[in-house]
């Protein structure tokens, strides 16, 4: 049986990258394992890098530059981890996953800048609207639904104490905030329902939580809420919950031509055959200040190892040594939120000629909020439909098939009878995928960030952690997973 | 490096049952995959277990008793799981794990009595002894410390009303309570702060969390405590909080007459060769109805398998296809607690002799809460102490030495100088034992019963779930294992 799943693992272990790679010269197992060959382990490197996503291929990136000898070991058949887009039958590109930027997102732009994807701001003409919980549709310009003068107030105050709050939180050690223990008590739910008494503000202040997590505020610590908010900037701009949840000028500001796939595979063509796909890392046995990374079919020895996975993955590895009992418990207590993104493909933008931008935010539906996802040149139509914390566990268990029709239901409720019809159907179900099992970002319930947040990022032995989710600055984003990879790399260059 | 891995997984396969284990005839990997062949499997059987703590012997025992041919896959070098009792130098046997059992844990104590293993009170004879937060010792009998009346009454109502709400909540889908969308809204914690105004009556309530669940009252949700609750009881009696928490009529009423582990090493004698240690199951393959069973070493086909792990240990093993995505988001939402017990051997109990029965709740110290742990005869002395929730935690990386004598100046402060000169010392560090990871009881954070909860014992194909975690009454106790184990086999053996 043994036999069996080698074999299995090497079937078909040639390149997939997918749309927007280039053709690229990696590796199979067979022939990594052919390449080199050491006493116990098929290969020896320098370092082995464990996952390639953003993370793990800025790493490997960094470490290459640096002058070490690294291979990279990837479970799917294709980079990018939640970074991915199909190619359409129209000639376009489509984000299944990960997809947005915007300022203070510094070094994923000076990435992509580097490896010449470029970013075009989203398309932003026209009204957004807001349904009401009874399906109500009210038109609106601006960053908010229109409200009345109290709930405004209510909600700018709330929005105020969550900044001046999140700005005692220190982005590398949050569990050391003044009010660590108080904050990390309680539920982001709690917190809205005990401060906020103007039901308008509060039913925004949980759909940010929907919409910004895509996690419910019942299940996010308000220490970790504030946290998220404080690392949305960078070294010279404080973060704050505006730039976080806006799209002009916010976290959704900006998309990348052709897609931010682009940016993982032009990486793994650099790599090349430092690059292993279709390698499962199942074990990892530390011993004499060396690794040995055993993958399906392969295995890998090194000096030092950065495993670039959420921490609800890294811990399904096995370990020899065990791992410390906080990071292990740490990896028990750190999910990965729920996430499904649709994206309906169509000839034309039709919503732009009734005045519409695409943004819909609504308190009913499969899908709570959409965007307009056409090419920069609006040569044709997309609307793209998030399905986010309960709406995304909603349909776990229901057909693909179903899910569409739920969405483009939705779409024609929200936009008009042409809605109905697209050329095209884009689906990510991040939830189901093996080897993601959630969308970005992870979260912490209470009692999680001060407790067993100080192994968040410490070593164990030779392995360095990395990850979008264990990033200082846009945790969770793309912008952290680029900044955890190189901030990896750095410290094992600096030994 | 596979054959090299083979290799170590087979060393010393052989029996290692430990303390009050009989001569038990089980297999190594080697003589089972020898003992039978099939086409892709080393051995072809009807059911695997997988996890042979009291949850999956339970169910191997039923299942064979059934008719069914059975192999029991288990990780470590013993069975038991988090049931582990160690011998002492002057003929005793003191418990590492779980070790109380109470009125209405009828199952647990009828496979028992089936067993030949005994149950005898514990002692209570004497003064319990309850520290404050300023180290202030206060003498008292009964089973609350001494307050004044407006505490009293203030407590009384607080747990009226967790009982009341606790009714509410069905004990096999708690989901479902009518409140359960705001109840699964909040922290334990945030409970108790926004409902009880009396300072004594919430420190009492805090300790209950750390003492009952060994998890602090904002680890947990306000549901899952509800449920916790409700399930402390049988078919005939519903759970109430008083139990849950109380030594005497209590949860910890009992012990077993030479410890529990003789009930897990009997069983393993009566399953014999069908027993298979040291093999960690890495990999369930499922396919045509049917399931390959993947441990280190050792391959198993089976028509069905019963995963009898915590459900965050279960989400480490590599299933394919993948699990449903409900199921497997709810594994990365069901930590273990955070618990380690410390057990010093006196020649006497010394502690009698001043009145005292052994028991100490204080809200300071490494340890917090401590029972006199002397065997049944009193012929020596035994103190056992708890590290819960916060205290384990704030030694994880401690030696255990340290830990040790941190313990030792605690019982010195409650007991007095002869306890720093134990004869014996044992210590259980339930979070750093690879195969284990924490302690019981499993809980959830808020937001996940409503959830995911209905993916808890949903079978996924031909696999089962059982394991304390699993159980509908005295869930995250040993009578909830061995409950869990017999309902798996129930539901498989009916077809």
């Known amino acids: 049986m043994r036999q069996q799943l080698n074999r299995r693992s090497l079937l078909g272990a040639g390149v997939a990258l997918g749309a927007g790679a280039a053709t690229a010269a990696v590796a199979t197992p067979a022939q990594a394992r052919a390449a080199q060959a050491a006493d116990a382990a098929d290969v020896v490197v320098d370092t082995v890098v464990v996952g390639a996503g953003l993370a793990g291929l800025a790493a490997a990136r960094k470490l290459v530059a640096g002058g070490k000898k690294v291979m990279v070991l990837e479970a799917r058949d294709r980079v990018g981890g939640r970074v991915h887009d199909v190619s359409l039958a129209n000639g376009g590109t489509m984000e299944r996953g990960a997809q947005f930027t915007g300022p203070t997102q510094t070094r994923l732009q000076a990435l992509a800048a580097e490896l010449g994807v470029r970013t075009f701001t989203g398309y932003n003409t026209g009204d957004s609207v807001y349904y009401t919980a009874d399906g109500t549709a009210i038109r609106y310009s601006g960053a908010l639904p229109p409200m009345d003068d109290e709930s405004y107030q209510a909600l700018g105050q709330a929005m105020y104490q969550l900044d001046t709050l999140a700005s005692t939180v220190p982005v590398d050690a949050p569990w050391t905030a003044a009010k660590a223990e108080e904050l990390d008590a309680q539920t982001f739910h709690s917190w809205i329902e005990g401060n906020v008494s103007n039901d308008t503000a509060r039913t925004i202040l949980h759909l940010i939580s929907n919409g910004a997590l895509s996690a419910e505020s019942r299940d996010i610590s308000l220490l970790w809420v504030l946290f998220y908010i404080a690392v949305s900037g960078n070294e010279t701009n404080p973060g704050n919950l505006t730039r976080l949840t806006s799209t002009l000028g916010g976290a959704r500001d900006s998309r990348f031509v052709g897609g931010p796939y682009q940016i993982a595979t032009k990486m793994a063509v650099q790599l090349g055959s430092r690059l292993v796909l279709k390698a499962p890392v199942r074990r990892i046995v530390q011993s004499g200040g060396r690794a040995l990374v055993v993958a399906d079919g392969l295995s890998v020895a090194a000096s030092s190892v950065v495993v670039a996975l959420p921490p609800t993955l890294a811990g399904r590895i096995a370990y020899s040594p065990a791992l410390p009992a906080t990071r292990d418990q740490l990896t028990q207590r750190f999910p990965l939120s729920s996430i499904a993104k649709a ?35 609006g040569s044709y139509g997309a609307l793209l439909a998030f399905l986010d914390g309960d709406q995304a566990r909603a349909v776990e268990e229901r057909s693909d098939a179903t899910v569409k029709q739920a969405v483009l239901d939705d779409l024609v409720h929200y936009f008009g009878a042409k809605a109905a019809t697209p050329t095209e159907f884009v689906l990510g179900r991040w939830d189901a995928e093996e080897f993601s099992r959630g969308g970005a970002p992870g ?40 900044r955890s990879g190189e901030q990896a790399a750095a410290d094992i260059l600096k030994g």
Chains 1, 2 share one sequence.
Do not use: C
């Open 343 to 377: 994206i309906a493909v169509y000839d034309k933008p039709f919503w732009r000629d009734a005045g519409l931008n695409g943004q819909v935010a609504s308190l009913t539906g499969t899908t709570r909020s959409t965007f307009d996802n056409s090419p920069p040149d």
């Open 443 to 482: 979260f912490t319930a209470p009692g999680v960030l001060t407790r067993f947040g100080t192994a968040i990022r410490r070593p164990a032995g030779v392995i360095h952690w990395a990850g979008a989710e264990t990033a200082t600055f846009w945790n969770g984003h793309m912008e952290g997973a680029v």
